[in-house]
Each structure stands twice: as structure tokens, then as C-alpha cells.
């Protein structure tokens, strides 16, 4: 987590913030956990889904907020979930709301 949390690569340690944002994006809010409603993923024949394990296969977080643009067409409302899938911040595997979407653990 120390390694990842690093400064962008540039060496400068970032230790309290770059670990804090980095469990913030791996947990969430721990006070607010969210649930994904299952007919989100089977919208438009699995567009949600289909993105979401693309972007989990590829590492291509930077594709996040297509994602949340598919959830919010297919009815998602969860503002938690679609500000962080919009976030500009880095992603990481492990990211809570994508693991949400893909049903992991």
C-alpha cells in the first residue's frame, strides 16, 4: 500500500493522504455501503456489466466515467457510487464500486 500510495511516481512520500485515498477507494464509506440493483447490469443487453469487466481486465480506470455514464442510463441513482466511478483520482484494482458491479468479494 506504501508503494502504491507513492506520489504519482515521483518519489515524494505521501504516506497519511495517498494511503487514506487509497483505502477509500478500495472500501468505500464503511457508514455508507451500497447495494447495486442487478437490473443495471442486465440493461441493454448487459452494457453495464460488459463495460465494467472490460475496464476490470484491461486496467482501464481511466474508461470509469463511461461507466457511470451506462449506470446512470440504466436507472442507477446511487450519487456515492457515480461520483467515484467520475472521480479524477486513481483507481486501482480493488476499486469498491467496480468490484460492486463485477460481484466480487
Same mark, same amino acid.
Given at each position: 500500500?506504501?508503494?502504491?500510495?507513492?506520489? +504519482?511516481?515521483? =518519489?515524494?512520500?505521501?504516506?497519511? &493522504?495517498?494511503?487514506? #485515498?487509497?483505502?477509500?477507494?478500495?472500501?468505500? #464509506?464503511?457508514?455508507? !455501503? =451500497?447495494?447495486?440493483?442487478?437490473?443495471?447490469?442486465?440493461?441493454?443487453?448487459?452494457?453495464?456489466? *460488459?463495460?465494467? !469487466?472490460?475496464?476490470?481486465?484491461?486496467? +482501464?480506470?481511466?474508461? &470509469?466515467?463511461?461507466?457511470?455514464?451506462?449506470?446512470?442510463?440504466?436507472?442507477?441513482?446511487?450519487?456515492?457510487? &457515480?461520483?467515484?466511478?467520475?472521480?479524477? =483520482?486513481?483507481?486501482?484494482?480493488?476499486?469498491?464500486?467496480?468490484?460492486?458491479? &463485477? +460481484? *466480487?468479494?
Amino acid at each position: 500500500m506504501h508503494y502504491v500510495a507513492r506520489d +504519482g511516481g515521483s =518519489g515524494r512520500d505521501t504516506d497519511d &493522504l495517498g494511503q487514506a #485515498n487509497l483505502i477509500r477507494e478500495i472500501l468505500g #464509506n464503511p457508514l455508507r !455501503q =451500497g447495494s447495486f440493483d442487478s437490473a443495471w447490469s442486465r440493461w441493454a443487453d448487459g452494457t453495464v456489466f *460488459k463495460i465494467a !469487466q472490460a475496464i476490470y481486465d484491461l486496467r +482501464g480506470f481511466g474508461n &470509469l466515467p463511461i461507466l457511470a455514464d451506462a449506470l446512470e442510463e440504466a436507472g442507477c441513482t446511487h450519487a456515492e457510487m &457515480l461520483s467515484h466511478l467520475r472521480s479524477p =483520482g486513481a483507481h486501482v484494482p480493488g476499486c469498491w464500486a467496480l468490484d460492486l458491479i &463485477l +460481484g *466480487k468479494d
